[in-house]
């Protein structure tokens, strides 16, 4: 059973960074690949950014390559998202998921573990 816990979250301005952190429990993270997901009111939840278990295999979605970077400390069991240049489109709740496996996945199915997720607001 792997605990995901996310914090970082918060109201910012167009422009701003910010940097959300995973924290898990439960079970090292060295046999996971780990998943930035997120869902904007009214909308579906969409892949952001996704790592492999050891950073190898790297994807972003779109509307955030250039402007995110995920990252992960398996020592610390820890996955990260830096977020700069922030829109007011990033608005959303933010997910961090754990799915065991090596490569990075985008297939929001292949997660299993899931956090309770932190609120990111960018204001225009």
């Known amino acids: 059973q792997v605990v995901l816990v996310e914090s970082g979250g918060g109201l910012v301005q167009a422009g701003d960074s910010l940097r959300l952190s995973c924290a898990a429990s439960?079970?090292?993270?060295?046999?996971?690949?780990m998943g930035w997901f997120r869902q904007a009111p009214g909308k579906e939840r969409e892949i952001v950014a996704a790592?492999?278990?050891?950073?190898?295999?790297?994807y972003y979605a779109d509307s955030v390559d250039g402007r995110f970077t995920i990252s992960r400390d398996n020592a610390k069991n820890m996955a990260y998202l830096q977020m700069n240049s922030l829109k007011p489109e990033d608005t959303a709740v933010y997910y961090c998921a754990a799915a065991l496996g090596f490569a990075a996945t985008v297939r929001d199915d292949e997660y299993g573990y899931w956090g309770q997720g932190t609120q990111v607001t960018v204001s225009s």
């Open positions: 439960g079970h090292t993270l060295i046999n996971y690949r």
């Open positions: 790592i492999g278990w050891n950073g190898g295999t790297i």
